[in-house]
């Protein structure tokens, strides 16, 4: 068996595991870096990117069916109808073009990508099967960066007309009623693109609200919206399973009542959990945290040189912050002084309207022991939002009621989900209140309502 050596082994191609590869190699550490299915993991493959692209097509389709029915605008097509097969072929284009230049960027840095699925013999040695053979590769430092798997419910299991949002982000044409479990990211950002393809959308969650790890002021318009769009909600109701001919979905409701929705298909979006079976990873018995690998402030597990980033070390489960760990790692490794300690980290849903957060909502806050005040700014007072036809939902900013010092910021609305710069460079640059209260901001922007909200928490609003 053929056996190589090297400093650095990362198990997994996605934004965690090829930042630290690239970084690594950048910094002149020899780095192999092994992945068993694409480069760009699941985000870049079956995951942030081909869901944004799909939810790009959906609204534009959206857009052009609003104005073959008389739009206020003036503006006027005949009515639009769409090809499925060209949309996904489109995509698929933006998931190449952006996973060759995650190839190419590894190659550029002087990293070697081996093709395979690595299984794990002991924190130094890994066994890869390619197509062609089995390698040895032995190793100082191994990183772990598997990922996350999809939650398949027993009683849903996937196959038929039962899909993953892999499945759903590659149609090969649309179903006409479509009932989608788990009202969170992904049920709600497909669930909403679907809606506005064509589809019947049917949306069963277990819990009382949609997105339920945001609050509830935050999700309001969401709900709205969802309404709006002639999406039904079920919450508080469980699945059952299909029915005897797999034609509708079981639910029983939280009265025990059970009722049955019909569907030509069920995407089930009730979680991801780290990866962490299937290659050999209990041998290194390593500390747990739940269902992922326990590591510390420098991405470390409990056993030596052995470290573990991006999903499969738990939540946040968002590529920017694998990306963000996967570079921390890199250059511990190669001798600097690192730790991955983030002010905050950013977390978007791009429903429509959109949803971003950083930092402490006034409720974390108050959980947090901080005396805080917070304001909100809505966009019905934002000369931009108007232009954009799009008023609904606010900017809001919580700070520490002693020094001002900004500790989160929440906003809904159109296109908000490019405020979510400007809300982690304050936080992490530890501004205050009268920061950005006393930045100009271009007029007219969604912006603006980021200083007015400000403003507005200092008791100093101008436009409300
Ligand atoms: P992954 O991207 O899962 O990559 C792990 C890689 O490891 C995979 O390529 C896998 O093949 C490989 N691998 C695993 N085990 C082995 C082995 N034994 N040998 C060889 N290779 C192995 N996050 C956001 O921040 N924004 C979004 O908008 C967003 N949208 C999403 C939409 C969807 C539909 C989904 C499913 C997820 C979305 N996410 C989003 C989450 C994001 O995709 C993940 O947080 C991110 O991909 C995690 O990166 P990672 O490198 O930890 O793991
Ligand atoms: P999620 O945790 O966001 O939502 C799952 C939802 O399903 C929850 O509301 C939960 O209450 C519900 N649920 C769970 N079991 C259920 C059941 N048996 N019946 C009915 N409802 C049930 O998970 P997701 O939407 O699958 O997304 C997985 C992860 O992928 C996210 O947590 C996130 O880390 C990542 N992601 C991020 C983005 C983004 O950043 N924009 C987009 C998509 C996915």
Redesign the pocket.
Known sequence: MKTLTTTLLI????????VAGIRAAQLGVPTIL??????????L????I???ALIHAADEFEKARHWANHSPLGIQVPAATIDIARTVKWKDGIVQRLTGGVATLLKRAGAQVIE????LLDGKTVE?RTVQDVLRIQCQHLVI????V?TELPTLPFGGPVIS?TEA?APASLPKRLVVVGAG??GL??GIAYRKLGCEVAVVEMTDRVLPTYDEELTRPVLAALKKLGIVLHLRCSVEGLNGGGSALRVRSSTADEFTLPADQVLVAAG?RP?TT??GLESLHLDMAGRAIKIDEQCRTSMRDVWA????SGEP??????MAQGETVAEIIAGHRRKFAPAAIPA?C?TDPEVVVAGLSPAQAEEAGLDCLHAAFPFTANGRAMTLESTDGFVRAVARRDNHLIVGWQAVGRAVSELAAAFGQSIEMGARLEDVAGTIHAHPTLGEAVQEAAMRALGQAVHI
């Open positions: 198990i997994g191609g996605g934004p965690a595991g090829y092994v992945e068993g299915d694409r480069l760009g993991g699941t985000c493959n079956i995951g942030c081909p869901s944004k395979g699925w690595a299984t890869v960066a598997t990922g996350s999809q949002s982000l990211y992904i950002e497909l991801r990866r299937g290659f980033i991006g999903d499969v489960m968002l590529a920017h912050r694998g978007i791009f």
